[in-house]
């Protein structure tokens, strides 16, 4: 893990970055759209004395189809590519903001269609709907949000003295990733058995400006959306490292040796896994900061979140990850979420 001199806070994107993305969006669209003109211009495919270009509309003269055709086709092309492959337009880029999944995870193809598909009418009305809409919602969705089930969020940085932790069990600069854990296996070195659990790190003394109860609330709800994140990431390539198990087991003839060869990872599986784990991490920290908030302000964590009820769903479907301790635990705890043991 790098060392970093800087803390991340993740917050739902408000109505003021959205509109700023917009511009800067909307100033890379109109650069594109004089790039393409030129060139079919050039091609001689069209006419630049067109009145659509002249100046010559009036109130009684509307522009043509194809015009329409090329400028929506080109935003909707833009902000899919882009969100597609980035989770994010130039503009979001600009200002930190990517778009997410309601849960957290990257946002499906499907979803990125659909809201860029509801976003060609919004823009047709200026972006009207859509600013209220965002003022309408808690989380600044737009209706092209609401229809996907996506949300946009921005990252802002603030400097702190910490470090990256690294994950349950310390790793040192330039140590070599173990493979992770397979299903009903805690991790290990290639070739050494597995060893006796490791014990988490202990929770860093508390920053000498403790947060609000409501920060701290916040923050224990991002971290609960990254561990949901990782651990689905984490299933991904289990269920990817199985299956080439089965092909592999399947390809050889005969009886299998008494004595298998340990298997190869994947280096993104065994990244997955440190994902995890780190994420874990960072979500207890989060947690029993919101605690030590919440007893600041003589309430409890319980009546902090009442009215969250995302929070509520996410803790009792996490449940297993808040107590684990070690390696081995939060591996149990991944098998118990995996498999719906859980009171949510």
Not at 143 to 151: E, N, Q, S, Y
Not at 158 to 175: I, K, M, N, Q, V
Not at 200 to 226: H, M, Q, R, T
Not at 317 to 342: I, K, N, W
Request: proline share 8%.
């Amino acid at each position: 893990m790098e060392q970093v001199g800087a803390r991340e806070h993740v917050q739902y994107a408000g109505l003021g970055w959205r509109f700023a993305a917009i511009a800067v969006d909307t100033v890379v669209l109109f650069f594109l759209l004089v790039v393409i003109f030129s060139v079919l211009a050039a091609a001689g495919a069209l006419d630049l004395k067109d009145p659509a270009f002249s100046g010559g509309l009036d109130l009684q003269r509307t522009a043509p189809v194809w015009l329409y055709a090329i400028t929506y086709g080109l935003i909707f092309v833009y902000y899919t590519l882009f969100e597609a492959l980035t989770a994010a337009s130039v503009g979001k880029l600009a200002f930190h903001m990517r778009v997410t999944m309601d849960d957290g995870a990257r946002p499906s193809g499907t979803a990125v269609v659909i809201r860029n598909l509801i976003r060609l009418p919004e823009v047709l009305f200026w972006y009207i709907p859509a600013g209220i809409s965002c003022l309408a919602n808690s989380k600044n969705k737009r209706l092209g949000d609401l229809a996907a089930r996506t949300v946009v969020v921005r990252r802002s940085v603030a400097a702190t003295g910490l470090t990256a932790s690294g994950p349950l069990h310390s790793r040192p600069a330039g140590t070599p990733l173990p493979p992770a854990p397979r299903y009903g296996q805690a991790p290990a070195a290639p070739g050494v058995a597995v060893a006796a659990p490791a014990s988490l790190p202990a929770y860093p003394p508390p920053s000498p400006a403790a947060p609000a109860a409501s920060e701290a609330l916040a923050g224990l709800k991002n971290a609960a959306l990254a561990v949901r994140g990782a651990h689905l990431n984490y299933l991904r390539f289990s269920e990817v490292e199985l299956a080439k198990d089965a092909v592999e087991s399947a390809a050889q003839p005969g009886d299998q040796p008494s004595e298998a060869p340990e298997p190869e990872y994947s280096p993104e599986y065994a990244a997955a896994w440190y994902t995890l784990a780190d994420a874990v991490i960072a979500m207890q920290q989060a947690h029993a900061a919101a605690i030590a908030a919440a007893t600041r302000e003589g309430t409890t964590l319980q009546a902090l979140g009442a009215d969250q009820p995302d929070l509520t769903y996410l803790y009792r479907e996490l449940e297993p990850y808040f107590t684990a301790g070690s390696d081995d635990q939060v591996h149990d705890a991944y098998m118990s979420v995996a498999r719906g043991e859980t009171t949510g």
